[in-house]
């Protein structure tokens, strides 16, 4: 049972992110707001009404809180359809810093533009020409409101807007004028990641270069089209994405890959902690890597204090702090998204699966129990992230859990190896190419593994899902967990 004081945390943040839900995804067609306001007016008097009595006081912040977080939500809505009345096209000349660093895709290259606006423009250029974080550029071109495709369901303008770019840049024409002029933390962070970068691609060929920078940094840009088509197929994106559902994993593997080496379970939580942190700022600390870094650092800490079940509060909180900070990655980041439900996944459902295979593989090698231990980890994981991974690419891995046993045990060790390869090359070059050969085998492995089980016919299928399909799929996996949570518990009791 949960104390007052954690009673009131649970309430005040769910209502929270309920609230940032409803105008996420109802607003302005069905709640507007001057109901909101009334609930919130109703609320405060309530609350300074009833004072003394606890359970209408929490209802209170419930409702308190539900509005506070639809109303910063609201705010932002509307200040993403307020440009739908600017005009569509503008010419604009000014100066301002490239305020992220490019990205670079198939001879392109897209830059974020920032000046002293409230806002940033996204700048499609050939990747020829090259760019860095906080270079100082005069830009001119003819800027022009984000369209969404009338084909489609993405709301490409939202999900431009959940960075502040409300504007496209056409026929762009830069001139540099300066650098630094950024943040020098970050700045830093980027000089080394490009570095890191630089070392990966002169100590071992491609395709494996591509897939450890894609381990050790974050991104499958570098790889082929054939490459990245059949990590999707297997259900293997995310080792090379930034999202919680890699990162939630490789903290698992750590963990237990401390564990297997000896450590101490405190031991064990420090060196994964490490090792998720450490990768993170080899991907140049981007948002994504950051919120799954939380969401990791989470799991982690549950599981050195043997409570992961009892990390829902934490998840939460962690949740209500993004949201706050952004409401619009709620609905308009699919990374917000897969950090927060693999997260969820492996505090929830994988304790019950856990406690099922320990007891059934008691008498069996303790190999038996590691392999299961990855099955029903990664299963965990795929179960409450696969919704929205049909709802938004429409892509449905038959394999993904093969696929899963026999790539993700041996990635720490192979994340571990590649990274030394280029900490060490910045050393002594021949004890660098000994290890980038040791990280280029398990590298090697990786991709043949994924590129044969791509082959198979039957790897992967187009399965589309609605909204409504993926409220049916969460309706009945949370009332299986409740199904299965109070079996165990009579099993135990009797």
Known sequence: MLNYKAKVFLIVSLGFVVGVFGASFFYPNILNAFFIHLILLLAVIIFFVFYDQKNIILTSL????????????????????????????????????????????????????????????????????????????????QLEIPKNMTNSDFDYRSYLARQDIFYLCQKSDIEKTGRNLGNYFYGAVVTIKNSFSAKIYSLIPSPEAGLLEGLIIG??????????????????????????????????????????????????????????????????????????????????????????????????????????????????????????????????????????????LEKYPPIFSFIAEIFFMSLSAQLFVLPIILFNFKTLSIISSLSNILVLPI??????????????????????????????????????????LASLKFSALEVSLSWQGVLAWYIILISAIFYLKRKIKCQTAS
């Open 62 to 141: 419930a409702f308190l809180f539900f509005a506070f977080g639809f109303l910063i939500t609201q705010n932002k809505i509307d200040k993403i359809n307020s440009f739908k009345n600017m005009p569509q096209k503008m010419d604009f000349l000014g100066r301002g810093m490239i305020a992220m660093e490019p990205k670079t895709k198939d001879n392109r290259q897209e830059l974020i533009f920032s000046s002293n606006s409230n806002y940033k423009i996204l700048i499609q250029e050939s990747a020829f020409k090259k760019y860095i974080y906080g270079e100082e550029i005069n830009l001119k071109c």
């Open 219 to 360: 991104g499958s840009g570098n790889l082929s089209k054939e490459i990245q088509a059949n990590f999707s197929r297997t259900g293997m994106t995310h080792i090379v994405a930034v999202s919680g559902y890699n990162i939630t994993i490789v903290a698992e593997y750590l963990m237990f890959l401390g564990l297997f080496l000896g450590l101490w379970r405190r031991q064990a939580f420090w060196f994964a902690l490490f090792g998720v942190w450490v990768f993170i700022l080899m991907t140049g600390f981007p948002s994504s890597a950051i919120r799954a870094g939380v969401m990791g650092t989470l799991l982690l800490y549950a599981m050195k204090n043997g409570r992961l079940a009892n990390a829902g509060n934490a998840i939460l909180f962690a949740t209500s702090v993004m949201l706050f900070w952004n409401p619009l990655l709620l609905r308009y980041d699919v990374g917000f998204q897969l950090s927060f439900l693999a997260t969820i996944g492996i505090v929830y459902f994988y304790p019950i699966c856990n406690e099922y295979i320990s007891k059934k």
């Open 411 to 452: 990635l720490p060790i192979t994340m571990l190896l590649g990274f030394l390869a280029v900490f060490i090359s910045f050393i002594f070059q021949p004890l660098a190419i000994l290890f980038s050969w040791l990280a280029y085998l398990p590298l090697h492995y990786e991709i043949l593994t994924i590129n044969y």
